[in-house]
């Protein structure tokens, strides 16, 4: 098949569909749960095709079914999103590797989440303050504003921008072997 029929079938293909089906994870409480919990992400735009992938702190608002993220209000990111605001947001993480008679065979258990959607820099105050509280609530949770550090005030946010990915789509994956899986062992370097 040629490289323009390859991407004919890529492109034919949703966005969410996985190879591994058997991998799958259709649980939406799982993938919600997992997007919580993760500590970061890696977000990928993509300008007049050149791609860019950025790892990010990120908060998800399982209400919203949105992704909240913030940087500066000026610099690549924000104007890659501004000029092309579908992106995909990925978090993931690995368990033990899974050794094999031979090379081909080595494998790693792990957990991961894929989403698109549409990314879109917020203007409203309050909805800024909402995505930059919940970041504080999920990286600071022991940490209490106007006690323990200055809130965020709606007159500081100059200079920062908040932006939110709406998700139209999402798939998630995990591989998990048996408790005893032979000669299984944690990454360490």
Known sequence: MSKEGEMDVIKSQPFTQLRRQDRAVQDE?????????????????????????????????????????HTADEGRTIENIRINPMVCFTVAEIGRLLPAERARGFSVEYASVVVFGLARVLEDSDERLHGLNLLMRKYAPHLQPDTDYRAVKASELEGTAVYRIDVTGWSGKRKQAETNFPGAYNFKK
Do not use: S
């Open 29 to 69: 409480t799982w993938i919600e749960d997992f997007l919580v919990k993760a500590p970061y992400g890696i977000l990928a735009m993509a300008i007049d095709n050149q791609p860019y992938a950025k790892p990010n702190l990120f908060t998800f608002d399982p209400l919203r079914r949105a992704i909240y993220l």
